[in-house]
């Protein structure tokens, strides 16, 4: 089974659509998350999880 491990970010409102793609991006590109879920708040702030593998390392001898 997969393991995952979780990171929740959240942005106020006012942050552009652009800062949050460049920040996600930033993110995906440098720290191998990857986009889980992202809600987008009635009063404009944003809630998003990102998520990566957990990769355990088996002894092999």
Partial sequence: M???TYLVLRL???TTRDTARRL???HAE???WELD???LY???S???RL???VIRQVRTF
Avoid: F, M, S, W
Wanted: hydrophobic share 15%; no cysteine.
């Fill in 24 to 26: 996600l991006t930033e």
């Fill in 12 to 14: 106020p409102r006012g």
């Fill in 37 to 39: 879920r992202l809600r």
């Fill in 51 to 53: 998520r990566r593998k």
């Fill in 46 to 48: 944003r809630r998003i």
């Fill in 2 to 4: 997969v393991e995952y």
């Fill in 42 to 44: 009635p009063d404009g």
């Fill in 30 to 32: 440098h720290g191998g």
